[in-house]
């Protein structure tokens, strides 16, 4: 018998690829896993997420950031949230009009990313000072900075009332905890912005990693898909054993959906699948489907990627 998370992703992903065209396929698929927490029915989800991407349309045009296949999933994870478009609006005008006034860094995606994660994590407009505060610091120096990272983080701290001491305090005790285990510095550094905002003690993180490690060998493309990043961020929620379980047989049942999910994104689902079947324990509550978002990025980029090659490698053939 199939677990209830893996049941419900199946049937939003029915739901969205019926209505999205083939071009945005993958993207509906994103849109399936940030509706995993969604309370309305299946049927009224879909309609009021199609209208705030509608919404989120008419805002931003053609040009501005998100890309318009992404904002299926931007307004699935608002709506999920019980946010609005004009709430997204709010919240991103707010932040750029205090990065103005503060000189502070440009946002990536025009403060998109930011913007969501603090409406996801129950947030509000008038938040963006003590956004900035949190991001200057836990901001890494510039030639290791990941900003999309910092970014989600600052938010989802800022909308938990966090202070900028205490967001600096548990990221650095995360990496510790994360790079004591034996997960490579760079990977532990990564998988540390996610890994802040889990309710854990860090306890099981070695053992976990270990049967993480162990459930991938042998299926390359679900070890690289995932990376040592994402098991890292599985590693630190502990029970290693099940949570490789839950990883495999989510990415077991992916492979043998249909339409076929790309090979892409296939492995990235089947992580935050099994996050869910454990029980994410992220105190955030809608934050949590942010992990979506970030995910449906590295997917569109490695999709890119690997058109990209594929046509430099016909080019060079003929």
Not at 52 to 75: C, E, H, I, T, Y
Not at 92 to 112: F, P, T, V
Not at 174 to 179: H, I, Y
Request: glycine residues 6%; charged residues 25%.
């Amino acid at each position: 018998m199939e677990h209830a998370v893996i049941e419900r992703f199946k049937s939003l992903d029915e739901a969205y690829l019926a209505r999205a065209p083939k071009s945005e396929r993958m993207y509906a698929r994103f849109a399936a896993l940030s509706s995993l927490n969604a309370k309305q029915d299946v049927e009224c989800l879909i309609e009021r997420v199609f209208e705030a991407r509608d919404q989120l349309n008419d805002g931003l045009g053609a040009w501005k950031a998100p890309a318009k296949a992404m904002r299926l999933v931007f307004a699935a994870a608002l709506v999920t949230a019980g946010r609005s478009a004009k709430h997204f609006f709010d919240v991103r005008e707010g932040l750029k009009e205090r990065r103005k006034a503060r000189g502070s860094r440009h946002l990536s995606q025009g403060g998109s990313c930011a913007a969501l994660a603090l409406l996801a994590a129950g947030g509000h407009a008038h938040q963006a000072d003590h956004f900035y505060d949190n991001l200057d610091a836990i901001a890494a120096p510039w030639w290791r900075r990941e900003p999309m990272r910092e970014e989600v983080l600052a938010a989802a701290f800022t909308a938990l009332g966090e202070t900028p001491e205490d967001c600096a305090v548990r990221l650095d005790r995360t990496r510790e905890a994360l790079r004591s285990a034996g997960i490579p510095k760079s990977h532990a550094d990564a998988a540390a912005y996610e890994v802040a905002l889990l309710d854990t003690d860090y306890g099981d993180i070695a053992a976990s990693w270990t049967s993480l490690n162990l459930a991938v060998r042998g299926r390359s493309s679900l070890r690289h898909g995932v990376g040592k990043t994402g098991l890292a961020v599985l590693a630190a929620q502990g029970d290693g054993a099940s949570m490789a379980d839950a990883l495999v047989r989510s990415f077991e049942t992916i492979k043998e959906m249909r339409p076929r999910v790309s090979s892409s994104a296939a492995p990235k689902i089947a992580m935050r699948l099994a996050q869910m079947q454990m029980g994410d324990a992220s105190p955030v509550g809608a934050a949590a489907d942010l992990a979506a978002i970030l995910a449906a990025q590295a997917a569109m980029v490695a999709a890119i990627t690997a058109a990209s090659s594929s046509a430099a490698v016909a080019t060079t053939a003929t």
